[in-house]
């Protein structure tokens, strides 16, 4: 079966700080990954996914992730983080080839100081 | 293009009463899914559904009745709700070709269970 550990839970940065929020996944087979956002009193968005190919993904609003296939890795970056990027960030994992049985990771909170 | 549509977006029961959530989507998408969002505990998948007439378990899918009887619409039934099942609720919904993947949020519906 499938699982996600984010381990930041609750990160706070001042704006122009670099961020990388971890996420490593548990599963036998070749995944689908995903990095999801919800901004206050919204629902979920997608912020980027890895299918195949290159490893380092980018996405919307200057995010990146880079998928490390050694170490079940999918970390997410930003070079300078913007106090409109405060939100709650959530890694995800699914089968590759398969729409099914999307599995989330706990969440990380991010706070930016103005 | 309305996308996922939740109802209703809030709702108060009593220990025991039941409900059913409404989730419906005008995408064609073939997969289709429930999960509850709880403070720490990211989203967790409470069941899903390849198709039309399947379905299957998640994560935690004790005390929640899911069918799936047209491509659209995908309720999920709560027949004794308890204080644990207070939550918010999420339906997603996800389209099978080209192996996407990427999930569509409904924008939630908050049960409180006193």
């Known amino acids: 079966a499938q699982s996600v550990s984010q381990h930041n839970h609750h990160v706070i940065l001042s704006e122009a700080a670099s961020l990388e929020l971890g996420c490593n996944y548990s599963y036998g087979g070749t995944v689908n990954l995903f990095w999801y956002v919800q901004y206050p009193g919204q629902h979920l968005q997608l912020l980027l996914k890895y299918f195949s190919g290159d490893p380092l993904v980018k996405g919307i609003k200057g995010f990146e992730a880079e998928f490390i296939k050694s170490k079940f890795s999918f970390n997410l970056r930003k070079p300078s983080v913007q106090w409109s990027d405060t939100a709650e960030y959530f890694c995800?994992?699914?089968?590759?080839?398969?729409?099914?049985?999307?599995?989330f990771g706990s969440g990380t909170r991010l706070s930016i100081r103005p | 293009n309305a996308g996922v549509t939740q109802t209703p977006k809030f709702q108060v029961l009593k220990t025991g009463q039941s409900m059913t959530l409404q989730c419906a989507q005008d995408?064609?998408?073939?997969?289709m899914s429930w999960y509850r969002q709880d403070p720490g505990m990211g989203l967790r998948l409470i069941h899903y559904s390849v198709g039309a007439g399947i379905t299957d378990q998640g994560e935690v899918p004790n005390g929640y009745n899911v069918s799936r009887s047209t491509t659209e619409d995908f309720p999920l039934r709560l027949l004794s709700a308890a204080p644990s099942q207070t939550s918010v609720y999420f339906c997603?919904?996800?389209?099978?070709?080209?192996?996407?993947?990427?999930?569509?949020f409904g924008e939630g519906s908050r049960l409180t269970v006193l």
């Open positions: 995800a994992v699914g089968r590759y080839s398969s729409a099914s049985k999307i599995i």
């Open positions: 995408m064609n998408h073939e997969y």
């Open positions: 997603a919904s996800s389209g099978a070709s080209g192996n996407t993947g990427e999930l569509f």
